[in-house]
Structures are given as C-alpha cells and as structure tokens.
C-alpha cells in the first residue's frame, strides 16, 4: 500500500479543550492514616498494624464462622459482602486481605475478591461426553466440589442508607447470603439477609474514664447507669467491677445476644433477668428498683437513674435516652473530657406534631427497606392516613437531606421511617422546610384528643402494639372526629384556618369551576384552572400550584403595564476552556 503524503494525513478532531501548559496540578502525596479507634502506642511497623487489625476486627472469630458448613458438607455462606462506615473505610484493603487468606486456609479453597458472581450453570467438565454435570458423569463429583468451595468477598464502599443499619439493597446486587456489617449498629433486626455484626474493640484509656466518672458524681450514693455506642461495649463490665466498690448502685447497660437471623461476633455473653431498654440490657439494678416499672411496656417508663455515655451517640438516640433516664453526661473520648448539654428537646417535637394535625397532605418518608416490620409499619400508617381523611404520598430516600425534600411542596409534614439511631431525622436548627415526625408521633396528631406523654417511641414493634391496642378497644363504636365537616378547623400553631386539613372527606363542599378562557397571544404557559379535584378526590397538589406566585415559564410576562423588550437579549461568547480551569474574557476561574 503507498503511503499517502503527509499534507492528506487525516487527523482525529480533537475531543477536549488543549490544557494549559502554564497549569501546575495538586499531586497527591501518601500519607498514613490516623486510626483512632487503635491503640496507637502498640503500632510502630506494618506487622503491628495488620495484628491490630486483626484483633480490632477479631478476624480469626469471624473467619471461622464463616467457614461453616451445612449439613451435606457444603459451604453455607459461598457470597459473602463486608460493609464499612466511613471513617472505618480505609481498614477495607486489611481486613478482606486478611480475611481471605484465612478463609482458604479454613476451606482449602478458593476465595475471590471483586469478581463477578458464580454462573447459574457449571461449565464443561472437561469429560470425553462433554456433559455440564450430568448424573452419570465420573467428573460430575469433582465440579460439584470446586463449586461448593467458592467464596467470594465483596467490599460495600458506599452504603445505601444509614451507616448503622445494614444494607441489604447492595448486598442483594451481588446475591449476597450475608452481610458483615463492621462499626457502630442500631441491632435493628434486619428483614430477609442473615447479619454478622463486627463493632470492633475500641480502645478505652479507662484511668481518664474513671477519674472523669468520679469528678461528674461526688456522690457515691447515686444512681448511675454506664453506658456506650457498641464499638466500646466490651469495657463496660470491667470498669463496672472498678467502680462497683465505691458506687453500690451503679448498673451498666450490655449488649443482648443478637435475637434475629445472624451473629455477633465475637459473641456476647449470655445474662438472664435486666431491663430490655434501647437495644440494651441493663445489669446490676436492683429489684427494689423495678417495682415501679411498668412491666408490659418499658417504652412508657422513666427511669430514676442518671446516665453517663461513653461516646457521643446520634442526635435520634440522644434524644431518644434522654426520655428514659434523669439526667444524661456525655464522655468524649478523644478529648477526656464530659458534657451534659444542652441536648434535643421534645418542645419541637410537640409543635410538628400540631403541625400533622391539620396537614392536608403527608408525606411518607422511608428511610430503609430493610429493616424488619418495615412494611407492615408502612401499610399501618396509610391506614391511619386515609382514616383521618388525609392524602398521602410516598417516597424511598436512602440518604434524606434538605435539597432532596423541599423539591416536593405540596406535603405539608413528612412521616420519617427508619431506625432509632440514625434513621430519624431530628430538625433541631429548623433547616428543613416542612416538619419531620415519627410515626408514632403521626399517631398522637391523628387521635381525636391529643395526649403528649413526653415520651419518644421510635421502636416499630411499640408502634405495631399502638395500632393493635386500637383494633381492640375498637369493638364499641367511637365518634368520628371528622363527621361534622362544616366545622372550621384552625392551625394551633399560627392560629390560621385550614380549609383542606382532611381533603378526602369534603367532596360535598365543593365547587368546582373551570376556567374556559382561551390562552392570550404570545401566552407560553395556560392559566391553571380552578379545578382542585381529580377523580373526585381533592388534588392538594393543585391547590398548591394555585397559590403560588410563579407558575411556569412564561408567567412573568401576564402583567401589561410592564414593559419587556420584545427583540431579547444579545447572544455573546460565554465560557470556554475545561471543567478545573474556565476562561471568560483573558480570566481564569
């Protein structure tokens, strides 16, 4: 083939701007990670840190439970997915390392790291008769071997919903048979995955926690429950027994063993007897002590006890202890040093739950779907909806925030669904522009006398007794706070009327008119009619589109007196140059 001259030479165009020679980029420079939750003192080499690794984790427990086999000698756990939060993210690389190599020691087998899932059919054999694991085959045992031997490792880099709760969604795309979740957990039962929960052995200087502890409680003879997030759990029994001399009725708070379909790891002792209470088992408390408690339902029980936390919990379980105990100090570890407040208040809880009683429109927000009950929650909370003559609307936010929820102005106060520590959305600064509640709280805004207890229940089982203890004191027929329709119903928080507080019970009064004027000329955008119903059931989203000011494209140009410019503006050369370095008129930005 001749070569063609270098004047015909055709040349790619250019698919990019041409960078800057003048343009010095950021290099990035290695650094080693800070590891606060590791005993730093004990880590010179990378031997030390791979050995606390393994000990933070407890490896060698986890690899040996999920080296278990069923009874036909197959691998019970052959797709196994590892989730880290985000400040534990960079042990990943360490501990699926690490845990693969002893899985294969376990097993004798092959452990895979991000590859693609096991194929549903066997390859060939290899066997003369060419067959895919046939009955007859001499080579059928041998594939059936290597493929219960598989293990594979999958690493969740970023969770679906909350750091806390374990995250099934993700862990479905890879037909996960279970979970490990590493870190801090709410001990939500989860739905459908088996759960293997790693909090890891958080390293505790306990000299400052008790000279800390004494300073807080000079006298001995007080009440004191210990407390922590579970990554700290393991040191409350011995700093328990170190202070259990000078303070009698001091009681710490244990982890239970995990009741749902999965393990703690490693696991937690066996206690009989204590007081079940936020995902913790309190010991040490007397019996004299639990003659005021309400033995059926612990939830509506204050206890008259102080609390002194080790660690700062979430804003959700923060507020959520501080309805269970007297008084609460908080431990910070980095700094050694105590708080007692100021912490969440309950006053603007009471308000949004005003708010919900003349809501119009309620937005149910599900903030997971995997923990359990989540579903018969939800069916349970349209039911109290639509009873109290409300609409409703649904939606499913992994990861809910300002931005995401004022994109829908129609809802006038959101249900929020999701677990006790991190799931709920506690509004403390006002930054979201439509009131947050519980569930349980959307109960008490729909009753027909409003009874505020002072107490928080976030617990799904608790609501689900709520609406049973309903069905039974149902059998005698209740009056319906709604049958007289014509009432006028007032906002106890501005004090102004409501006109379409339950929308789907005044379809009698209304009228509907509809607007047949045609658009004017030039008009881009009709003017919406009058009609707020559809399908004969009141559209509060229609209602809201009439009141606002702003009404689409085109609806600033309705008023005559104005003057506009009919020509619009000039075109001119905007921007150009690439994503990290704009230029506009010689300037770079």
Known sequence: MPEMPEDNIIVAPALSTAQDEQEVFMRFSEKRHDRPHLNQDGVHTDEDLFRAISDYYSIP?????????????????????????????????????????????????????????????????????????????????????????????????DTSYSTCCVDEIAAEHVNSDVVVHFGDSCLTPVDKLKTVYVFGKAFLDHDQVISRFKETYPDTDSKVVLMSDTTYSHHLEQLHEALLSEYPRLAYAAVPQYQGKGAIIPTPEWREGGLSIANRLLQGIPKDDFNFLDEEDYSQVTLDYQLFHIGEP??????LLSTLFSSIVLYDVAKHTTSNGPYPSLQRRYRSMHVARTAGTVGILVNTLSLENTKTVLNTVVKWI???????????????????????????????????QSGTIVDNSGEYYKPIITPYELKLALAPEVTWTGKWVTDFKSVLDLDEDEDMNDTQESPDPYKDESAPEFDPVTGKYISSHAPLRQLQHLQIEIGDDEPQAGQLVKKLSSAVAIKGTVSTSAIQLQSREWTGLGSDYQNEDQDFDEEGAVAVEGRNGIARGYSTGGQRY
């Open 314 to 319: 979430q804003t959700p379980r923060l507020l």
């Open 386 to 420: 639509r009873n109290a003559g409300k609409k409703h609307y649904m939606f499913v936010v992994g990861k809910p925030n300002v931005a995401k929820l004022s994109n829908f102005e129609a809802v006038d106060v959101w249900c929020v669904l999701g677990c006790s």
């Open 61 to 157: 427990e986890l690899a040996q439970y999920l080296s278990s086999r069923g009874s036909g000698g197959e691998l019970t756990f052959q797709s196994i997915t590892l989730q880290f939060p985000d400040h534990l993210i960079q042990d990943s690389a360490i501990v699926s390392k690490e845990l693969q190599s002893l899985l294969s020691h376990n097993t004798g087998s092959q452990v895979e790291l991000h590859t693609e899932t096991s194929p549903k059919e066997k390859e060939p054999c290899g066997g003369d008769s060419g067959c895919k694991k046939c009955a007859d085959c001499e080579h059928g045992s041998d594939i059936e071997d290597f493929g219960a031997k598989r293990q594979k490792l999958w690493i969740l880099a």
